[in-house]
């Protein structure tokens, strides 16, 4: 009669010496962002280091950049400052110049840079989402309603209608041959900024706070 051995489990396959398990799928990362951010070379980078864990870009208006936080639709965003910090952590990224939004043929493009003193006595349009809150000296107000957004802002000033004044990533977002835009000088910055839940602050925040530093992935968090 055949003797029955008995398996031992010592004798499964291990991995070599001084290597671990390569870790489970997680859920996504959803990174929100308003318009005009510019997320993609972290977004290389994230897939670089984090193949197992999928990144979810989620389109966030400004107006609702905090409550989608709040809410938990994305883990984290690129928020337009100013916002209401309670509650986050916010760390400023870069700032964005101003730039002035004209028709091609408008006599506010004979130059390569503007300053508010040159918009005296123009048709500024401000639309509902603007997020310079930036006033002119002797500007005029159309005679319409404010645009519901900036592309519709940028569509009537295509018309031959005023100009309006956003900042650059805006203008390139929302770019037509019929427009063009000029710096404007004296105008106010605005700066884009990352921003998350304080409380929720998990290991995948960290690693893409450290990707948007230019952390290497074997760096500290120093």
């Given at each position: 009669?055949?003797?029955?051995?008995?398996?031992?489990?010592?004798?499964?396959?291990?991995?070599?010496?001084?290597?671990?398990?390569?870790?489970?799928?997680?859920?996504?990362?959803?990174?929100?962002?308003?318009?005009?951010?510019?997320?993609?070379?972290?977004?290389?980078?994230?897939?670089?280091?984090?193949?197992?864990?999928?990144?979810?870009?989620?389109?966030?208006?400004?107006?609702?950049?905090?409550?989608?936080?709040?809410?938990?639709?994305?883990?984290?965003?690129?928020?337009?400052?100013?916002i209401d910090r309670d509650g986050?952590?916010?760390?400023?990224?870069?700032?964005?110049?101003?730039?002035?939004?004209?028709?091609?043929?408008?006599?506010?493009?004979?130059?390569?840079?503007?300053?508010r003193e040159d918009l005296a006595?123009?048709?500024?349009?401000?639309?509902?989402?603007?997020?310079?809150?930036?006033?002119?000296?002797?500007?005029?107000?159309?005679?319409?309603?404010?645009?519901?957004?900036?592309?519709?802002?940028?569509?009537?000033?295509?018309?031959?209608?005023?100009?309006?004044?956003?900042?650059?990533?805006?203008?390139?977002?929302?770019?037509?041959?019929?427009?063009?835009?000029?710096?404007?000088?004296?105008?106010?910055?605005?700066?884009?900024?990352?921003?998350?839940?304080?409380?929720?602050?998990?290991?995948?925040?960290?690693?893409?706070?450290?990707?948007?530093?230019?952390?290497?992935?074997?760096?500290?968090?120093?």
């Amino acid at each position: 009669m055949a003797k029955r051995t008995r398996k031992n489990a010592s004798s499964a396959p291990r991995p070599p010496r001084g290597t671990s398990p390569a870790p489970a799928p997680s859920g996504p990362f959803r990174l929100g962002a308003i318009p005009g951010a510019t997320p993609g070379k972290w977004i290389d980078v994230w897939r670089e280091r984090m193949p197992r864990t999928p990144l979810e870009l989620v389109h966030l208006n400004v107006a609702e950049q905090r409550d989608g936080l709040m809410s938990g639709t994305v883990d984290a965003a690129l928020v337009r400052l100013p916002i209401d910090r309670d509650g986050l952590h916010v760390i400023p990224l870069y700032d964005e110049l101003p730039v002035v939004v004209a028709s091609t043929d408008s006599a506010l493009t004979a130059v390569d840079e503007l300053h508010r003193e040159d918009l005296a006595g123009e048709v500024l349009i401000v639309p509902a989402d603007d997020v310079l809150d930036i006033t002119v000296d002797d500007e005029i107000a159309p005679s319409f309603p404010p645009p519901r957004d900036t592309a519709e802002a940028i569509a009537t000033v295509a018309a031959g209608v005023g100009a309006v004044i956003v900042p650059m990533s805006l203008a390139r977002l929302h770019h037509r041959k019929d427009v063009t835009y000029r710096p404007l000088i004296d105008g106010p910055t605005s700066t884009v900024g990352l921003a998350w839940v304080a409380e929720r602050t998990t290991p995948a925040i960290e690693t893409f706070i450290g990707i948007v530093r230019g952390r290497t992935a074997n760096s500290s968090r120093s």
